[in-house]
């Protein structure tokens, strides 16, 4: 029976080509297409940017939308971008939750998203480098964001940590989300600025396991499979985590033919072959399919009940989506197109202290300025405003759909940051 259903969607595949937008790395994508080809020969699988999304599926032709993080999908859905996706066996058949992760986006009915894989967050390293540097591994998000990552800086001259520009990665946008979960707005933000003033910023969540890899950076918060691919040791953050659940859905427009066809390849032969990335599937069942590889299988299993076993918030997909474009476009104007005076205001700042020029009272409190949100002008209303949360929230849809307003936003966010800089 399953050998006719095959050679049926084989036989439907001749029929149209398809077209598939993806977050995915490039080996996922070598794994991925030699298995999609034996369903639809003619498949295109286009990597891009998540601020470029939009206007790709506003184009047409776009049929699929594979990986990258929930925030990206529950944008997507709030702006009406995601068709309800076919309903197969093969979705029917996905368990509704993993521990407290759900693995379907249901609205009135209609399934809008799936998980076809988990990704928990952690921080790689290389032991060797750390050792030689002579640190002790980095396992909260208050670590990679602590003085004493600074106080390596100013001795070695090297950025202790690797980060990916979140406005290049979801997965990396996602963690830095996190971080303001766990501790809070204002204190998160703290955080968030000593880390990145310690940081070595890249395009790629996939360079971030790169740099750490060749020891060019001793940390990198990352998405847990680069660390069994690239042999690193990892800590899951004892502050808190979260488990990324890297979907699948359908765009508006798509041919549901070919939807239909890739919704059940992610969910069955796909699902399989992410065992072999160390990627956990989104049904923990196929980690005991005879076609998977078990040595890799065991180290999932023992990997998920880590993860089970950790803070883990589940963060809804939705609350991060309400503030994601505010929140990754202040964080690169702010933190990363200023990061030299960022750097270089942390290092005085960290050298003051440990040099006894100035108190641990004083100390926090520079540390608590350095991160504070910035009031500015709002260039739509002329109103002076605080990059609160509850801001973020308030402007985020229009970040997103308005360019030229989000670029004099933009300016202003830098400028206004700038200028606190020179002043702390």
Request: proline residues 6%.
């Amino acid at each position: 029976m399953r050998a006719v259903l095959l050679a049926l969607l084989l036989l439907a595949a001749f029929v149209f080509p398809a077209t598939i937008l993806t977050r995915a790395d490039q080996a996922s994508i070598d794994v991925a297409l030699p298995v999609l080809q034996r369903y639809v020969p003619d498949i295109k699988i286009i990597p891009a940017d998540p601020t470029q999304w939009r206007a790709l599926i506003d184009r047409g032709g776009v049929d699929f939308l594979w990986a990258g993080a929930p925030v990206l999908y529950e944008s997507l859905l709030r702006e009406g971008y995601l068709a309800p996706m076919p309903d197969t066996p093969e979705l029917r058949l996905l368990p509704e939750r993993v521990g407290n992760i759900p693995l379907k986006r249901v609205v009135n009915g209609s399934v809008y998203y799936v998980v076809y894989g988990l990704l928990g967050y952690v921080i790689g390293y290389s032991q060797e480098a750390v050792a030689k540097a002579g640190l002790q591994p980095a396992c909260s998000w208050r670590d990679l964001a602590s003085p004493e990552l600074a106080r390596y800086y100013l001795k070695t001259g090297g950025k202790p940590v690797a980060l990916a520009r979140p406005t290049k990665s979801t997965s990396t946008a996602a963690m830095m989300q996190l971080v303001t979960e766990i501790y809070g707005w204002e204190e998160g933000w703290r955080h968030l600025a000593s880390m990145a003033a310690a940081a070595r910023f890249v395009d790629s969540s996939g360079a971030v396991r790169d740099v750490v890899k060749r020891g060019e950076a001793l940390f990198g918060p990352m998405v847990d499979y680069y660390v069994f691919i690239a042999g690193l040791q990892y800590c899951i953050p004892t502050d808190g985590t979260d488990i990324l659940f890297d979907p699948v859905a359908v765009p508006r427009g798509a041919n549901m033919s070919a939807a239909a066809v890739l919704t059940k390849v992610f969910l069955t032969e796909i699902g399989k072959t992410v065992v072999d990335r160390y990627i956990l599937p989104g049904n923990p069942a196929l980690l005991d399919s005879p076609e998977v590889n078990q040595s890799k299988a065991a180290v999932l299993k023992q990997h998920l009940s880590r993860l089970m076993n950790a803070k883990v918030l589940a963060v809804p997909p939705e609350k991060s989506a309400s503030y994601y474009y505010s929140f990754i476009y202040y964080y690169e104007a702010t933190l990363v197109d200023l990061q030299d005076q960022l750097t270089s205001l942390w290092g005085k700042i960290v050298d003051a202290y440990y040099s006894g020029k100035i108190t641990q009272r004083q100390f926090e409190e520079l540390w608590r300025l350095l991160g504070a949100p910035v009031n500015y002008t709002d260039p739509a209303t002329g109103q002076v405003r605080t990059f609160t949360y509850q801001e973020a929230v308030a402007i985020n849809s229009k970040v997103a759909s308005d360019p030229t307003y989000r670029d004099r936003l933009y300016q202003a966010w830098r400028e206004t940051a700038r200028a606190k800089y020179q002043q702390v």
